[in-house]
Nanobody
């Protein structure tokens, strides 16, 4: 059973940077992708970035492309989300997610920026951007 725990959330001013971490446990060779999603107040949870485990390919929603970087430490399987040039609209609870199903990962890539489905989810970490 894969479990994921986020950390690193907090407050940042517009234009600033923040780095989120996601530490998995029970990680197996069957894990196909890991991802970050976020949910702003009153909005649906949307996928923002995904990393394919085997290829290392990275994918982003249009709203965060060129500002966020998703990465993974292969030795510990820890995943990161580097948030740069933060905007007010980046304020949200950020969730780490993982899946062992290639089809679900492929669907998520196509739906970044919209609601996405994964098998394993963390509890979330709050990111607040202020002016």
């Amino acid at each position: 059973q894969v479990q994921v725990v986020e950390s690193g959330g907090g407050s940042v001013q517009t234009g600033g940077s923040l780095r989120l971490s996601c530490a998995p446990s029970g990680f197996t060779d069957d894990t196909r992708c890991m991802a970050w999603a976020r949910q702003a107040p009153g909005k649906e949870r949307e996928g923002v970035a995904l990393i394919a485990i085997r290829s290392g390919g990275t994918y982003y929603s249009d709203s965060v492309k060129d500002r966020f970087i998703i990465s993974r430490d292969k030795s510990t399987n820890t995943m990161f989300l580097q948030i740069d040039s933060a905007k007010l609209e980046d304020t949200a609870v950020y969730y780490c997610a993982a899946d062992v199903t290639a089809m679900r990962c492929a669907d998520a890539i196509q739906n970044l920026g919209q609601e996405v489905e994964f098998t394993y989810w963390g509890q979330g970490t709050q990111v607040t951007v202020s002016s």
